[in-house]
């Protein structure tokens, strides 16, 4: 064993097939001819989904490389999520959670672990693993979520009181998360590159659907099903289309997901002339390159609007039961949030606007609004 040791922590080496200098050079371990590269720190940061959460997470490993230039960036997410990561170069290693990943996990070593999930299963795993410094989120003897060090107090606090902390909260999600894992914030943005087969797709999309030099205003009327009430209403965005044709010389893009299929076709229905419709089976990576052509994008807080942030496009960006002061749209877009008392309760109860037969937090945001928050930035 000892004869290997100083092996190990190269980051070339993986134990079992040659690596990667072998195949340019023939070098060896014992012939080595300078590709040595000795790990310093082996950092370990869980972050599984949502989608739109692991994107403004990424700043976060700019600068951990920048304070660590000699780590090993381990990054455990869900498959769902592993493509917009695939080419973050500050990732040395994505590793996919599934159930035979504990094994593995379990018996490596970690100078750092950051857990930045507030989820029972993976706070008990990075309560289990072998770190040296362990920071964010655990599993206590009660059973209950806990922070593992101070600089996760402010948000595992923030998440336990809605109409309190929550609204009060001037700190967006980078600040918190940069906090938890004991770095400076200096508004670093999203890591998030397309590559060349994303790129030829939205060229292609683009020279048979548009192909002039008019400006792109990309449209997401979608919202996760988990939280409803994040989406505008489709009277709204169909309103929004007429007038947008009407009174502006732009290309107007429809985006969609599978989960969006009926009401694409319910806001297409009659505007299919004032339109270009994207589809609804875009992969993810397609999708954010055809989001890439737009000038700006207006969606609701969902996946999208993460994309569009991280493309850094002109945002405008739709708010009601999340709470608009966490995200960060780095100076190149408004947020409209709706007229209620009550914005902010992320839907953990039903809503109270909806039982007393009132105009929820979305429906209470005005096209006049959105339209002319499009005008001023186009």
């Known amino acids: 064993m000892k004869d290997y040791v100083w092996k190990f922590d190269c980051r070339h080496f993986d134990g079992y097939k040659p690596c990667k200098p072998y195949f340019s050079d023939r070098s060896t371990c014992d012939k080595c001819n300078g590709h040595y590269d000795p790990i310093k ?31 090993y960036l381990t990054w455990l997410t869900k498959d769902t999520s592993s493509p917009i990561l695939k080419n973050n170069h500050y990732i040395d290693r994505i590793l996919i959670y599934k159930p035979d990943i504990n094994n593995q996990l379990t018996v490596e070593k970690f100078d750092i672990l950051i857990n930045l999930d507030k989820n029972i299963d993976i706070a008990a795993l990075a309560t289990l693993l072998n770190a040296d410094k362990k920071l964010g989120f655990g599993l206590n003897g009660y059973g209950k979520i806990y922070p593992m060090n101070d600089g996760a107090k402010d948000h595992y606090n923030i998440c336990l009181d809605n109409f309190g902390k929550g609204i009060s909260n001037t700190k967006t999600h980078q600040e918190m998360a940069f906090e938890t894992a004991e770095i400076p914030y200096n508004g670093e943005e999203y890591v998030f590159e397309l590559g060349k087969e994303e790129s030829e797709f939205a060229n292609d999309f683009y020279k048979k659907h548009i192909n002039n030099d008019l400006k792109i205003v990309g449209i997401n009327p979608g919202a996760s099903s988990r939280y409803p009430h994040k989406r505008w209403t489709t009277e709204g965005y169909r309103s929004l289309i007429e007038r947008i044709s009407n009174e502006m010389n732009v290309n107007l893009l429809l985006f969609g997901g599978l989960e969006e299929i009926e009401t694409s076709k319910i806001i297409k229905s009659g505007l299919e002339d004032k339109l270009i419709d994207t589809g609804n089976n875009n992969s993810l990576l397609e999708f954010a390159s055809l989001l ?83 005008k001023s930035l186009l």
Do not use: W
């Not at 991280?310 to 999340?322: D, H, S």
């Not at 209620?340 to 309760?345: A, D, K, N, P, Y």
């Not at 839907?347 to 105009?359: R, Y």
């Open 41 to 71: 720190e082996r950092i370990l940061l869980i972050k599984l989904d949502a989608l739109g959460d692991v994107l403004r997470t990424t700043p976060l490993s700019y600068a951990l490389k920048k304070k660590y230039p000699n780590s």
């Open 292 to 374: 890439n052509l737009c000038n700006i994008v207006v969606t609701g807080d969902t996946s999208a609007m993460h994309l569009a942030i991280a493309l850094k496009k002109k945002v405008v960006a739709l708010f009601g039961p999340t709470r608009p002061n966490e995200i960060d749209l780095y100076g190149r877009g408004q947020k409209i949030s709706g007229k209620v008392e009550c914005l902010g309760c992320y839907e953990v109860i039903p809503c109270i606007k909806d039982a007393a037969s009132l105009p929820n937090c979305m429906q209470t945001i005005s096209v006049d609004e959105v339209y002319n928050t499009i």
